[in-house]
Structures are given as structure tokens and as C-alpha cells.
């Protein structure tokens, strides 16, 4: 699976779009792009997923560039809940393993 | 739907003691597995299981035993706690299919062994 870049950490203020990147310069083509969020060590949560189209659900949207080499992934309205290190994640979903291999992810930070 | 759960919430185990972290859901999905995350660090891949009778390894699964007997429950059996072993550790499931499936996570067990 490709691996994934993102800032350790990122400020937003409540009630502003959060907009956290994430690179994946060496995604193939029938690789996904995962963002899931963890909330002070619960168990992690799913957002969102895309492969080549821009994706929006009642959570989040996925930007995802032409090239497919980075993402952009958009809370629209950040609340305090929304405080969480955010994980991007690059998985190919072939063969019997569902791996999710969790990097280092992004802290976000909602200020009040 | 109860989703994924597991039990206990924590435990602290003595070197050398054995016990079985629980996991269950109730959403008839083929494919579980077990995650542990240490501090400051990513999960990672204990074992997993497509199905009922059906197991794998995963990234890190030494010290660690797993099956399969329904479709509902997959326990992970610590043989010989490890003070190594000291970790929160996640159940999570999916369907299986093409890669557009989600994996749902239980809420975690927090272990320490001294």
C-alpha cells in the first residue's frame, strides 16, 4: 500500500472549515483513500472514502487531486467534538487482508 | 445495533498470565480483526478473519492466538502475558467485497502487564 504524508498537527476555529491535507505521491491506480478519526483513544471512526471522484457525506467531503497524488479532506462547520488526530489512509482491497495501516495521522485541534 | 463490542474495558495481568480479550458484533459481517496501539503510535494488524473457521496473521502476531467459531465472536487469547504486551487493543469488522466496505471499530481494551 502507498504511504501517506500529513502534518502532525493543525489549529482550527469552531464553526470554520478545517481543510487537512494528506500527500500519497505513490498511490496506483486501485488504491483508496481512507480518512478515518480517533477521539481521544476511542476506537478509531470511518469519515470517508474516494478513489478518483470528489466525495461529500454527512460528515465530511474528500478532495482528491486530478493526479490522485494528494487529498484534501474538508470538516465544512469544525465543533469541539471534532477535536481528533485524523488518519489518512492509502489501502488496496485485494486478496483477503483489510489492513489499515495507521500512520502517525494529524492532531486537530478546534478552538473555541 | 449494538455495533462491535468489547469486554473487558481494562485489565492488568501479571507476567506469565494468560486471558481472552472478547470481541462481538451484531452486524453479520465476514471479516474481524485485532489491532493493538501502543502510546504516541498507529495501529497494527494482530490477526484477522474472513470467516467462521477462517484466520490469518497480521502484521505483529506473535504471543497471540485467535479463532474464529461463529460469525458474531472473535476472541484473541494472550498465552503468556508479556509486560511487551502492554497496549490498548481494538476489535474491528467489515464485509467483505470490493474496497468500498468500512471497517467499524469496538471502543478498546486496555491492557497492562506487570
Known amino acids: 500500500d502507498a504511504k501517506t504524508t500529513q502534518p502532525p498537527s493543525m489549529d482550527c476555529a469552531e464553526g470554520r472549515a478545517a481543510n487537512l491535507p494528506c500527500n500519497h505521491s505513490?498511490?496506483?491506480?486501485?488504491?483508496?483513500v481512507y480518512w478515518y478519526r480517533q477521539i481521544h483513544s476511542q476506537g478509531p471512526q470511518y469519515i470517508i472514502h474516494g478513489l478518483k471522484n470528489n466525495e461529500t457525506n454527512e460528515m465530511a467531503s474528500l478532495i482528491i487531486t486530478e493526479d490522485r497524488k494528494s487529498s484534501t479532506l474538508i470538516l465544512p462547520h469544525a465543533t469541539l467534538r471534532d477535536t481528533a488526530v485524523y488518519y489518512c489512509i492509502v489501502v488496496i482491497s485485494s486478496g483477503s487482508a483489510r489492513q489499515l495501516t495507521f500512520g502517525s495521522g494529524t492532531q486537530l485541534t478546534v478552538l473555541p | 445495533n449494538a455495533g462491535v463490542t468489547q469486554t473487558p474495558k481494562f485489565q492488568v495481568l501479571k507476567t506469565g498470565q494468560s486471558m481472552t480479550l472478547q470481541c462481538a458484533q451484531d452486524?453479520?459481517?465476514?471479516?474481524m480483526s485485532w489491532y493493538r496501539q501502543d502510546p504516541g503510535m498507529g495501529l497494527r494488524l494482530i490477526h484477522y478473519s474472513v470467516g467462521a473457521g477462517i484466520t490469518d496473521q497480521g502484521e505483529v502476531p506473535n504471543g497471540y492466538n485467535v479463532s474464529r467459531s461463529t460469525t458474531e465472536d472473535f476472541p484473541l487469547r494472550l498465552l503468556s502475558a508479556a509486560p511487551s504486551q502492554t497496549s490498548v487493543y481494538f476489535c474491528?469488522?467489515?464485509?467483505?467485497?470490493?474496497?468500498?466496505?468500512?471497517?467499524?471499530f469496538g471502543p478498546g481494551t486496555r491492557l497492562l502487564v506487570l
Open positions: 505513490t498511490i496506483s491506480g486501485n488504491e483508496y
Open positions: 474491528a469488522s467489515s464485509y467483505l467485497g470490493l474496497a468500498k466496505e468500512t471497517q467499524y
Open positions: 452486524m453479520n459481517h465476514e471479516y
